[in-house]
């Protein structure tokens, strides 16, 4: 059994030469787009939980926040020429417009600002195989991009509320790590703990993914790309184990490897 509490085994993340200097990897994060308060103010935000910057920080990376916005091809092929690694992170539900589907009553209010542009920066991500790591929700939109279905309550499909508890607790699950796979090498085989919060989950997978992770009602929990790029889902929240942020170290690396080939540099 793989533990949480064990430390980030992936190694020193390389550095890129430039000139004289060496820098760090630069990740992109999306965010939410949701009212906030703050003091006196009461207004739509950008915002996103700092665990996950922290852990991209904390694993060797710089960490840039990209807000939804208008969503065009030429918008986010602007941003990712500043990336060298995406990470899409957790959320409100992925509209099932985008995969075919009547919306189930207790589906999320559609957030269309923040899928499209979603959408267009993984679409362009992937033309670049700049590695991707999708977390919660962002493993959803991944299996939406790739023509893949979702179950929009899970609690009707598989009849327990294991996945999602409330009250803005995480609920803890094991799920079964594949041998073999970009996962395995990153938290090693077998039974690992994760940190869950989501009501939905993948139904069909979608092109070109294979599922590297389930818990025992075989719900997919993980999956990868059998593609030439790195593109890592999971269902759980790997940045709320601060112990343990292998998956950022991993995907920080991915990123300078990536870096390193796109400006010639040795990394």
Known sequence: MVSNDSEASTGPVPELVEGSHRRHPVIGLTTYLEQAKQGVWDVRAAFLPQQYFDAVTASGGIA?????QPASSDAASAVLD??????????????????????????????????????????GAE????????????????????GGTLHQHLPEVLGTERYRVGGGVFAENTVAVQP????????????????????????????????????DDGLVQA??????????????????????????????????IYAGERSGVNA
């Open 180 to 215: 073999g796979t970009s996962l395995s090498a990153m938290l090693g085989d077998g039974d690992f703990g994760v940190h869950s919060y989501h009501h939905q989950g993948v139904d069909q997978l979608g092109d070109g993914l294979v599922a590297t992770a389930r818990t």
């Open 82 to 123: 500043g990336l060298d690694g995406l990470i899409l992170t957790g959320g409100l539900d992925v509209q099932p417009e985008l995969y075919g589907a009547p919306r189930h009553p207790l589906t999320d209010p559609a957030r269309p600002d923040r899928d499209a542009w979603e959408l267009a920066l993984f679409r």
């Open 127 to 146: 033309e670049r195989r700049m590695p991707v790591l999708a977390i919660c929700r962002g493993l959803q939109l991944v299996n939406v991009a790739r």
């Open 223 to 256: 999956f990868e790309s059998t593609g030439d790029g790195y593109v890592v889902g999971v269902q759980w929240h790997p940045e709320e184990n601060s112990a343990d942020r292998r998956l950022f170290a991993g995907l920080v690396a991915e990123a300078s």
């Open 64 to 68: 840039v926040l990209l807000p939804p």
